[in-house]
Structure formats: C-alpha cells, structure tokens
T-cell receptor
Framework: DAGVIQSPRHEVTEMGQEVTLRCKPI?????LFWYRQTMMRGLELLIY????????DSGMPEDRFSAKMPNASFSTLKIQPSEPRDSAVYFC?????????????FGNGTRLTVT | AQTVTQSQPEMSVQEAETVTLSCTYD???????LFWYKQPPSRQMILVIR??????QNATENRFSVNFQKAAKSFSLKISDSQLGDAAMYFC??????????FGTGTRLQVTL
C-alpha cells in the first residue's frame, strides 16, 4: 500500500499564474477529498468525489478553483489565477466508501506559496 | 451544521506522564463517527483513534484511549506513558451522514523530558 500520493510536495509561484496540484488515491478507494490547511482557518474541506463524481464542492472558495477526477486513480486541483491568499497546505485524502464508514487516509500535502 | 471545538491551543506533558486533550462537538444527528488525527512536523495526517457514536464502550489503541460522553457531546483523548514521538498537532474530527469530515482547530502537544 503506497498510500495517497500528492505532487508536488512544494510549489512556489507568482500571483496570477496557474497552479495544478495532483493526487493519486489509494488503489481501491472510491472517495477522494481535497482539504486546505491554513493557520487562520484550519482544515477546510474544499471538494469531495465519490466514484469519480463530485458530490460536494461547497467548500471551493471561488471560481478560480476547480477540481477534476478523470478516473479512479487520479485527481487534480487547479487554481487559476493564483493569489497570495491561496498560500496554504493542500491535502488530498481517500477512503473506501465514505468517511461515515471508513477513515480518511491523507497524503503528505502540497505546500503552496504564492508570491 | 456540525461544529468541532478544541479549546486547548497548546498542551504540555512530561515524558512518561499522562495527558488529556479535550474536544466537544455539536450535532443533531444520532449516528456519527468521531476521530483523533495526529499531525507531526512532517505534516502528514495520521489517524490515531476513532469512535462510533452508537458504541458506548470507549475506543482504545495501545497508549491512546478516548472518553466519549455522548450526552455531553464530549470526546477527549488520553495519551498514557507519553513519548517524545507523541509531540504533534492533534485534531479532533467529526463525520456524520453528510460524509464530510469536519475538523477542530487543533491542539499542539509538547512532550518534555
């Protein structure tokens, strides 16, 4: 079990640039979650997918944020254009079923810095 | 909406001693799960322990145990025989039928010699 794999581990970009964060969930898991962690707001759920379908994207802060899950083994979170206030650690997590039944397994996160 | 509150931003414990981290939550649901996650400096989120609301027996995992008080909506984590490796941020989390994991703000635990 390789765990949830996120890339890149660190990303530094300039304001206005497009940023793409990537996630490979654990094989066999059918739910995938994107979280954002900041000092001010803690851990916030941005969006989650079940069987590759977005179920709840109410946490996505603005239209600048978009997420896709083209297949069961890959998801992206895109920010376009990026802003300094998007600086945070972005976590991807996966589970089998839903969190109600099974715990989330988190990746190591991507630390995004927008200058 | 469900909320999770951790009122202790920081706690400190001496090695080999016992420490209890507090968590309260608010929900109108009767069936739900509660979790404690550990986030060491490596920043990975690690599941420590989980509790199903309909189970009255408190969950235990080696040196980690919980005190689950459903009526009081309280879910504290007890760490026995604290070790240096226990130093981390600890997050309490809730999930219910909406299947969204809601986190508290975290408690930073320091372990001293």
């Amino acid at each position: 079990d390789a765990g949830v794999i996120q890339s890149p581990r660190h990303e530094v970009t300039e304001m206005g640039q497009e940023v793409t964060l990537r996630c490979k969930p654990i094989s066999g898991h059918n739910s995938l979650f994107w979280y954002r962690q900041t000092m001010m707001r803690g851990l916030e759920l941005l969006i989650y997918f079940n069987n590759n379908v977005p179920i709840d994207d109410s946490g996505m802060p603005e239209d600048r944020f978009s997420a896709k899950m083209p297949n069961a083994s890959f998801s992206t979170l895109k920010i376009q254009p990026s802003e300094p206030r998007d600086s945070a650690v972005y976590f991807c997590a996966s589970s089998f079923g839903t969190t109600f039944f099974s715990p989330l397994h988190f990746g190591n996160g991507t630390r995004l810095t927008v200058t | 909406a469900q909320t999770v509150t951790q009122s202790q931003p920081e706690m400190s414990v001496q090695e080999a001693e016992t420490v209890t981290l507090s968590c309260t939550y608010d929900t109108s649901e009767s069936d739900y799960y509660l979790f404690w996650y550990k986030q060491p400096p490596s920043r990975q989120m690690i599941l420590v322990i989980r509790q199903e609301a309909y189970k009255q027996q408190n969950a235990t995992e080696n040196r980690f145990s919980v005190n689950f008080q459903k009526a009081a909506k309280s879910f504290s984590l007890k760490i026995s025989d604290s070790q240096l490796g226990d130093a981390a941020m600890y997050f309490c989390a809730y999930t219910g039928t909406a299947s969204k994991l809601t986190f508290g703000t975290g408690t930073r635990l320091q372990v001293t010699l």
